[in-house]
């Protein structure tokens, strides 16, 4: 974390965080509590410290490995379509691809207790360091294949998925509370929905939310 400016002055200053919120009220986010947060968690902590001037930016931005951190645009709307008419905080909330923890971080604010899965050991351990500097301490991360969910801690009031599988993985369906709700992008590259998926007792009720651009969900783990 050395050099990361954790106080958001310079570059990072609130008025450029508050122009990233007018950003996402005018593309629709219009849940205050989701941009309050927004606004709130630090995203260049979470970036390079190359890429800090453009982190709140409305972009999506390299964080390594191959992998990127989401649009804060994305990261607020799946955030607001999973507690939108929810009583809050939700007790426990899965999130399969953690990547650099930025959405980690956001959702935190709404959860008892956030479970966080992804394959890339390297991104688990910075997750670990910037999570533990900003003091955020709900969160459990683990390195593991986020097809498989995370079996012991189920059921979830809310699943987040920050990859986009080809179809909807059935453990995750599984792991689902009753009145749980599940986001997830789904379908090959160039030609992905965002899905919100609400369990209705054994019904399994689907919502195609809009068209959207992730990185794939890649079977196994890695170092
Ligand atoms: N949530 C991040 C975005 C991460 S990008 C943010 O806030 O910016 C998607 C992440 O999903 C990548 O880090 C990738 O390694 C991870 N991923 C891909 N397939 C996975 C799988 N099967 N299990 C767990 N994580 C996976």
């Given at each position: 974390m050395?050099?990361?400016?954790?106080?958001?002055?310079?570059?990072?200053?609130?008025?450029?965080?508050?122009?990233?919120?007018?950003?996402?009220?005018?593309?629709?986010i219009s849940d205050e509590a989701v941009l309050e947060r927004i606004r709130e968690v630090p995203?260049?902590?979470?970036?390079?410290?190359?890429?800090?001037?453009?982190?709140?930016e409305n972009t999506?931005?390299?964080?390594?490995?191959?992998?990127?951190?989401?649009?804060?645009?994305?990261?607020?709307l799946m955030?607001?379509?999973?507690?939108?008419?929810?009583?809050?905080?939700?007790?426990?909330?899965?999130?399969?691809g953690t990547g650099c923890g930025y959405q980690t971080a956001v959702l935190a604010g709404f959860a008892r207790h956030i479970f966080g899965v992804e394959r890339i050991n390297a991104l688990i351990?910075?997750?670990?360091?910037?999570?533990?500097?900003?003091?955020?301490?709900?969160?459990?991360?683990?390195?593991?294949?986020?097809?498989?969910?995370?079996?012991s801690q189920a059921p979830f009031q809310g699943i987040l998925v920050a990859a986009a599988p080809e179809a909807i993985p059935k453990a995750l369906l599984g792991q689902l509370d009753d009145g749980g709700r599940l986001l997830i992008p789904v379908g090959p590259s160039g030609q992905q929905e965002l899905?919100?998926?609400?369990?209705?007792?054994?019904?399994?009720?689907?919502?195609?939310?809009?068209?959207?651009s992730f990185v794939p969900l890649i079977e196994g783990q890695t170092q």
């Open positions: 050395t050099g990361h400016d954790m106080r958001g002055i310079g570059m990072t200053s609130a008025r450029t965080r508050d122009r990233l919120i007018v950003t996402l009220r005018e593309q629709g995203r260049h902590v979470f970036v390079d410290e190359a890429l800090a001037s453009r982190a709140y999506v931005l390299p964080i390594g490995h191959g992998q990127t951190i989401s649009q804060p645009y994305i990261v607020a955030t607001q379509a999973l507690i939108e008419g929810r009583e809050l905080p939700l007790p426990k909330v899965l999130e399969i351990r910075l997750s670990r360091e910037r999570l533990k500097a900003l003091k955020i301490s709900n969160v459990s991360l683990r390195h593991a294949d986020g097809f498989d969910g995370w079996i899905i919100r998926i609400t369990r209705r007792g054994d019904e399994f009720v689907e919502e195609t939310l809009t068209a959207v």
